[in-house]
């Protein structure tokens, strides 16, 4: 047991559902944050409230529309096309700050619930080459975070250094299996998933690495 309790940063997805039930083996009272930034794939925050009400987890939504107004890439600009790479050589579906702000919220909500455990999916072996997934980028702002709120802090990262097929194993370890599939990870905000798009292929690639097949694509089949 590392404390009482924890805000899980949840988006409804495969990785913060691997870390919801991983945090709920970790700690006695689990919490979670969802933020509605003007994602084009909406249907997640559906995964969301579905997936906190099976693990019988609290949530709270929290509101950010400064992503879509600063726009410039394909999360929340329902007109730009997802091709895969954008500026700076970076996936066009890179939100710039998307997680520094994340964890900066969900620091400030956790700090007015005394709660100073926050816990994230994010992951640098096998992913979208996002650099606010980084290890480096998540200490900086657990040393920022609680040097602005005058609170020692701790960010966990339980898929940091898993590739996607050992992210689903520990799922299946932890109980988060039957729960992946009402999880959402298209990009392009479809049930059934597109498969196209670069998070259902990179999805799509851990299920089979892992000789499991996805509850998710099973139940859009049904």
């Not at 083996?25 to 084009?40: I, L, M, N, P, S």
């Not at 500026?87 to 969900?106: C, E, I, Q, Y």
């Not at 975070?145 to 992210?167: N, R, V, W, Y």
């Not at 370890?173 to 498969?195: I, M």
Request: glycine fraction near 8%; aromatic fraction near 10%.
């Amino acid at each position: 047991m590392i404390s009482k309790s924890c805000l899980v940063v949840f988006s409804g997805g495969q990785d913060s559902t691997t870390c919801l039930y991983w945090a709920k083996q970790q700690f006695e009272k689990v919490h979670a944050v969802t933020f509605d930034y003007g994602q084009r794939h909406r249907i997640e925050l559906e995964a969301a409230r579905v997936i906190c009400e099976l693990a019988q987890v609290s949530q709270v939504v929290l509101p950010i529309n400064s992503f879509s107004a600063l726009g410039g890439n394909s999360l929340t600009d329902a007109n730009q096309e997802i091709i895969g790479v954008g500026k700076g050589n970076l996936p066009d579906s890179f939100v710039p700050g998307r997680n520094l702000v994340f964890m900066t919220l969900a620091a400030a909500y956790a700090w007015q619930n005394d709660i100073f455990d926050l816990v994230t999916g994010v992951c640098q072996t096998d992913y979208s080459g996002y650099p606010d997934c980084r290890l480096n980028t998540m200490r900086a702002l657990e040393q920022s975070i609680s040097l602005g709120m005058d609170a020692k802090f701790t960010i966990h990262t339980p898929l940091m250094h898993l590739s996607k097929k050992e992210s689903i194993l520990l799922a299946r370890e932890v109980g988060a299996y039957q729960a992946l599939a009402s999880s959402h990870t298209c990009y392009n905000g479809q049930f059934p998933p597109c498969g196209t798009c670069p998070a259902c292929i990179l999805r799509a690639k851990g299920f089979e690495e892992a000789q499991y097949p996805d509850p998710l694509v099973e139940r859009g089949n049904e």
